[in-house]
C-alpha cells in the first residue's frame, strides 16, 4: 500500500540554523508528493508540493525535491525563523481520486 | 471566500451523546473528506467524499457516520460518543486530480468526558 514515512520528532533549532525533515514513501506508480504546514491552533495549510520525478517544490525559504530512486522528499530551509515553528506533515497522493496519505508529522521549534 | 469553515469549534460531551460537525467549503470542490489528529498519530482519515450524495470510508471510520446531501456541505455525526474520540477534528475538501491541493479546516478539539 501507499505509506509515509518522516523522521520523529521534536525538532529544535536555533535560528538562522539549517533544518532538514526526512521524507521517505512507499507507493506504486507515479505519486504526487506534499509537505504541508500546521502552526499552532490552526489547521494544516500546503507548504509545498511536487508532481513527477526530479520536481523541486519551493515556497517561503522551504524545498524538497522529488527523488524517485531513493523514493523521498526532504524538506529543507537554509536558515530557520522563530515564525518556522509548526509541524511538518509529509503526504502523497496516487491518484487522482483517492485521498492524501500522511506521515506523522515532525514538531519544528525554533528558539532565538 | 471563506475556503473552509467548520462548526462547532470547540465542544464538551458527555458518554453516549450524540452530536453533529459540520463542514462547508466555498469553492466547488467535489471532494471533502473529515480527518482526526491525535498526538503522536498524525492526521487520520475517518470517511470522505468524492461527490454530492457519496460517501466512503476511511482509516477510522467505526463510531462515525457522515452525508454529503448538499455539494457544499460534509456531516460528521457521533451517534454515541465515547472517550476514545476526544480529539481535534479537521475538515477538507479538494479537487479530483493528482496534484491538487487539499485546503483543511480551522479544525474542532472534542472532548467527550
Known amino acids: 500500500g501507499n505509506s509515509v514515512t518522516q523522521m520523529e520528532g521534536p525538532v529544535t533549532l536555533s535560528e538562522e540554523a539549517f533544518l532538514t525533515i526526512n521524507c521517505t514513501y512507499t507507493a506504486t506508480g507515479y505519486p504526487s508528493l506534499f509537505w504541508y504546514v500546521q502552526y499552532p491552533g490552526e489547521g494544516l495549510q500546503l507548504l509545498l508540493k511536487a508532481t513527477k520525478a526530479d520536481d523541486k517544490g519551493s515556497n517561503k525559504g522551504f524545498e524538497a525535491t522529488y527523488r524517485k530512486e531513493t523514493t523521498s522528499f526532504h524538506l529543507e530551509k537554509g536558515s530557520v525563523q522563530v515564525s518556522d515553528s509548526a509541524v511538518y506533515f509529509c503526504?502523497?497522493?496516487?491518484?487522482?481520486?483517492?485521498?492524501?496519505?500522511f506521515g506523522k508529522g515532525t514538531r519544528l521549534s525554533v528558539i532565538a | 471566500n471563506a475556503g473552509v469553515t467548520q462548526t462547532p469549534k470547540f465542544r464538551v460531551l458527555k458518554t453516549g451523546q450524540s452530536m453533529t460537525l459540520l463542514c462547508a467549503q466555498d469553492m466547488n470542490h467535489e471532494y471533502m473528506y473529515w480527518y482526526r489528529q491525535d498526538p503522536g498519530m498524525g492526521l487520520r482519515l475517518i470517511h470522505y467524499s468524492v461527490g454530492e450524495g457519496t460517501t466512503a470510508k476511511g482509516e477510522v471510520p467505526d463510531g462515525y457516520n457522515v452525508s454529503r446531501l448538499k455539494k457544499q456541505n460534509f456531516l460528521l455525526g457521533l451517534e454515541s460518543a465515547a472517550p476514545s474520540q476526544t480529539s481535534v477534528y479537521f475538515c477538507a475538501s479538494s479537487y479530483s486530480g493528482l496534484a491538487n491541493t487539499q485546503y483543511f479546516g480551522p479544525g474542532t478539539r472534542l472532548t467527550v468526558l
Open positions: 503526504a502523497l497522493r496516487n491518484s487522482g481520486n483517492t485521498p492524501l496519505v
